[in-house]
């Protein structure tokens, strides 16, 4: 089962995780990446999601994106989720995210490549 690690409000991380499924409780928040890529026209890769997946099944996503395990920095996220939906190896740990945005349970932080 996958684990993510919380945290709080203002981004600092509690010495709580949760499984994947279970609901969080208020104050309770999670990391969640995504990367774009574009090429030398200013084209983003995107991907169809597959029929199964949970939410969104068969609709054209971003490049690729996906919750942060428990112990992953957001660079460490990012590279893993790159690898697992891609097979792109790429090195995001002198990079930060371009933007973050926070949603109701938590932070979203978006990687832009080239």
Request: hydrophobic share 35%; net charge negative; proline share 3%.
């Amino acid at each position: 089962m996958e684990k993510w690690d919380l945290y709080d409000q203002h981004r600092n991380k509690i010495e709580k995780q949760m499984t994947l499924g279970d609901e969080m409780t208020p104050g309770e928040f999670h990391l969640v990446v995504h990367v774009c890529i574009f090429n030398s026209k200013g084209e983003m890769l995107i991907q169809q999601r597959q029929p199964f997946k949970q939410g969104w099944s068969n609709l054209w996503d971003i490049t690729c994106g996906g919750s942060a395990v428990g112990g992953d920095t957001s660079q460490q996220a990012a590279s893993r989720e790159l690898f697992e939906e891609l097979g792109i190896q790429y090195n995001f740990e002198k990079i930060r995210p371009q933007f973050t945005i926070n949603f109701e349970r938590g932070f979203d932080e978006y990687y832009l490549i080239e």
